[in-house]
């Protein structure tokens, strides 16, 4: 009984935490929302524009092959409100993404976390 | 020096006089981020005012519906004939319907939205009270509507629009807005369901507290449903510190994410 009180707002903290602000008007039917997905990404280009922000990056796999994905996010406006800049990423920036994988297997996901290389996280939204 | 020092006493005074609400509004802490036990309690700084920054909290509905069933198809009544075409045929961005990189909708296109998607969308808006009328500007698309409120009549034969023709009154502490005049060019959600020419939307505005709003949906539109339309109210909380941001969509923007994202996202790589 002692316990159950933290477990509580553990588990409202966590069920809040998990429900972000997803995509507006396009539709999120591409990503498998229930599952993440790390990636030890290289940045190759930075889109922090409307409709969604675009983190394009690169991907080496053990025998050394590039692919070339694209993590899709919320908008500029939004992420301002959680710690965002245009600034945030760069080409060669070299980062753990963490995002929602695409249900047909594309190389376009959609971004739910950034892990720098200090440690640092920055989440795509929070609950407001 | 004297008259300057009477005068600054006097601006002093003045801003004293009017401050109590306009900082009711803007400089009070949030407090919690969740929403309230049901209670109507109101103050005086509240009630018929609904200035500020709103935004929708989060429900716990699936991911993919998060915050997005101001307009709840749970309890949608049955489409009508016509209703069912246009339901049928809609290419939706949301639900069991949805398929990634095939959805098709007046926003794809950079086109206006309307209520009430407008009013579901997962962004902010600002309500703006001024006399006689009062403004909503939403993110989503740097859209704003003008509501009536200085008594006149909903227009009896309006031409078609996006936003429609609205007008709005208090009944005790609720803020309820009518709206006629809409096109049929846009959905009433995300899910594809339809809006047609012929729908009566009605609004309710209800500020539980200085921070949490309820809004309740309704679609009256007996070409597209049986029946009136009636959503469970849909709770936003007050953002003090937020700015409505731009937000337009600019065709270069969409068609860049269109052909390198949207699309590109529903295509399995070949093997």
């Known amino acids: 009984m002692k316990g159950m009180l933290p477990r509580f707002f553990a588990m409202l903290f966590g069920f809040f935490m998990v429900s972000v602000p997803l995509l507006a008007h396009h539709g999120n039917s591409a990503y498998d929302m229930s599952k993440t997905t790390s990636y030890k990404a290289t940045i190759t280009k930075f889109e922090y524009s409307n409709p969604h922000t675009q983190v394009w990056f690169d991907v080496t796999d053990e025998k050394g092959n590039v692919e070339h994905w694209v993590a899709e996010t919320t908008n500029p406006g939004m992420l301002n409100r959680v710690g965002w800049t245009r600034d945030t990423l760069k080409p060669g920036d070299q980062v753990t993404l963490i995002a929602n994988p695409n249900k047909v297997g594309a190389r376009v996901v959609f971004l739910e976390k950034v892990v720098f290389s200090d440690g640092k996280e920055l989440t795509t939204a929070k609950a407001f | 020096m004297q008259v300057r020092f009477a005068g600054s006493l006097v601006v002093l005074i003045a801003g004293l006089s009017f401050s109590p ?4 509004q803007t400089s009070q802490p949030s407090g919690t981020s969740k929403a309230p036990a049901g209670t109507s309690a109101t103050t005086t700084s509240t009630t018929h005012d609904l200035s500020g920054v ?13 915050r997005m069933n101001g307009v709840d198809d749970r309890v949608r009544p049955p489409l009508t004939p016509w209703g069912q075409a246009r339901f049928d045929t809609a290419k939706p961005l949301m639900g069991p319907r949805a398929v990634g990189g095939a959805e098709d909708s007046a926003a794809l296109h950079c086109e206006p939205s309307g209520p009430p998607q407008l009013l579901i969308l997962p962004n902010p808006f600002e309500f703006v009270q001024i006399p006689g009328r009062v403004f909503m500007f939403f993110e989503e698309l740097h859209i704003w509507r003008t509501i009536w409120t200085d008594g006149r009549p909903l227009p009896k034969d309006p031409d078609p629009s996006w936003l429609g023709y609205s007008v709005g009154r208090w ?17 009433a959600d995300l899910a594809g369901n339809p809006r047609s020419e ?69 295509v399995a790589p070949s093997k």
């Open chain 2, 21 to 24: 609400s306009m900082l009711a």
């Open chain 2, 54 to 66: 709103w935004m929708q909290y989060a429900d716990g509905t699936e991911p993919g519906f998060a």
């Open chain 2, 171 to 187: 009944e005790d502490n609720t803020f309820i807005v009518e709206t006629v005049g809409f096109n049929d060019k846009v959905w």
């Open chain 2, 198 to 266: 012929q729908m009566h939307l009605t609004e309710r505005y209800h500020r539980l507290n200085h921070d949490t709003l309820e809004q309740q949906i309704v679609i009256d539109d007996p070409k597209s449903y049986t029946k009136t339309w009636v959503s469970p109210p849909k709770l936003h909380k007050l953002e003090p510190t937020w700015e409505i941001a731009e937000w337009f969509c600019a065709t270069s923007e969409e068609q860049t994410y269109d052909e390198q994202v949207r699309k590109p996202s529903g």
